[in-house]
């Protein structure tokens, strides 16, 4: 190569990390994360968790990766390529839990967003028995924010989750088991308006409601969700900006989306409505 056509590296992308689950039929987890990250203009990096064979109707299998090879991913990403925010989803046991916890105490600065995944969409089981004590006592110290849905939030916080009441209550509970925020998520509220719960590390409460929209391709929009807010965070954004900006990414990507058929069950949004090209950030200079 010639010298005087080697371009300077003078600058960076906003890299995130998902620690994840792959879905088959793309529409959640890995899948979900890199589509949703590289649409909102980062460079998306990932720790694969478990493989599972699923698709539109349901998961069918589910095959774990070794703890110290998924330990392995997340140390080999970050300590070459920096990201500046991590999204974890799926961890199926308790030892993985406690493997990534771990690792993870490595690199303090980082923040971390963690969508608890324990049900799939057809409400099928995707972690074993312990993992959700393992999610408490081990990985909710690491924990920046918290993203629990209706059902995960009812787990956590050993309630039932029906209302913005119930919400309120499951969101101060679920802080209080040491994760520094969380965000309980609405989205199978009845009604036409949804609301999401946001507690921010100083306990602060901030209620973020928009209008529900009539779909059925609502397949992974937990890990989009997620993913968006790692996104904004790796892009500097503060914390409640992220998840309204976020939240805006994900609910226009449900109505671009929304006369799709993908399979014979739930479809996937469209994350690539509008897609931003990939951000370049100027590299400090030493």
Same mark, same amino acid.
């Given at each position: 190569m010639?010298?005087?056509?080697?371009?300077?590296?003078?600058?960076?992308?906003?890299?995130?990390l998902s620690?994840?689950?792959?879905?088959?039929?793309?529409?959640?987890?890995?899948?979900?994360?890199?589509?949703?990250?590289?649409?909102?203009?980062?460079?998306?990096?990932?720790?694969?968790?478990?493989?599972?064979?699923?698709?539109?109707?349901?998961?069918?299998?589910?095959?774990?990766?070794?703890?110290?090879?998924?330990?392995?991913?997340?140390?080999?990403?970050?300590?070459?390529?920096?990201?500046?925010?991590?999204?974890? &989803?799926?961890?199926? @046991?308790? *030892?993985? #839990? %406690? !493997?990534?916890?771990?690792?993870?105490?490595?690199?303090?600065?980082?923040?971390?967003?963690?969508d608890?995944?324990?049900?799939?969409?057809?409400?099928?089981?995707l972690?074993?028995?312990?993992?959700?004590?393992?999610?408490?006592?081990?990985?909710?110290p690491?924990v920046t924010?918290?993203?629990?849905?209706?059902?995960?939030?009812?787990?956590?916080?050993?309630m039932?989750?029906k209302?913005?009441?119930?919400?309120?209550?499951?969101?101060?509970?679920?802080?209080?088991?040491?994760?520094?925020?969380?965000?309980?998520k609405?989205?199978?509220?009845?009604?036409?308006?949804?609301?999401?719960?946001?507690?921010?590390?100083?306990?602060?409460?901030?209620?973020?409601?928009?209008?529900?929209?009539?779909?059925?391709?609502?397949? &992974?929009?937990?890990c @989009?969700? *997620?993913? #968006? %807010? !790692?996104?904004y965070?790796?892009?500097?954004?503060?914390?409640?900006?992220?998840?309204?900006?976020?939240?805006?990414?994900?609910?226009?990507?449900?109505?671009?989306?929304?006369?799709?058929?993908?399979?014979?069950?739930?479809?996937?949004?469209?994350?690539?409505?509008?897609?931003?090209?990939?951000?370049?950030?100027?590299?400090?200079r030493?």
């Amino acid at each position: 190569m010639d010298s005087d056509k080697i371009i300077p590296r003078n600058s960076k992308y906003p890299v995130v990390l998902s620690i994840a689950g792959s879905d088959s039929g793309g529409g959640a987890g890995i899948q979900a994360d890199l589509k949703t990250i590289s649409a909102l203009g980062c460079f998306g990096t990932t720790a694969i968790t478990a493989i599972t064979a699923q698709n539109t109707l349901g998961v069918q299998e589910i095959f774990p990766i070794p703890e110290t090879f998924v330990s392995a991913q997340i140390k080999s990403v970050i300590d070459d390529m920096k990201p500046a925010a991590i999204k974890i &989803g799926m961890l199926h @046991s308790a *030892s993985l #839990a %406690i !493997a990534v916890a771990d690792t993870l105490r490595q690199y303090s600065a980082v923040p971390v967003i963690f969508d608890p995944v324990m049900l799939a969409s057809s409400g099928g089981s995707l972690v074993t028995e312990g993992t959700i004590g393992a999610f408490k006592n081990a990985l909710f110290p690491r924990v920046t924010l918290l993203t629990p849905n209706l059902d995960e939030a009812a787990i956590l916080a050993q309630m039932e989750v029906k209302n913005l009441s119930d919400m309120k209550e499951a969101a101060l509970r679920i802080q209080n088991m040491g994760c520094q925020a969380v965000l309980v998520k609405g989205g199978h509220l009845n009604g036409t308006e949804l609301f999401d719960v946001y507690r921010d590390k100083n306990g602060i409460e901030q209620i973020f409601n928009s209008a529900k929209i009539n779909s059925f391709n609502t397949h &992974g929009t937990g890990c @989009s969700l *997620s993913s #968006a %807010i !790692a996104s904004y965070i790796a892009r500097n954004a503060e914390m409640d900006g992220a998840i309204s900006k976020a939240r805006q990414y994900v609910w226009s990507a449900i109505l671009h989306g929304a006369d799709v058929r993908s399979g014979s069950g739930p479809g996937s949004l469209n994350h690539g409505f509008d897609p931003e090209q990939l951000i370049k950030y100027a590299l400090k200079r030493v």
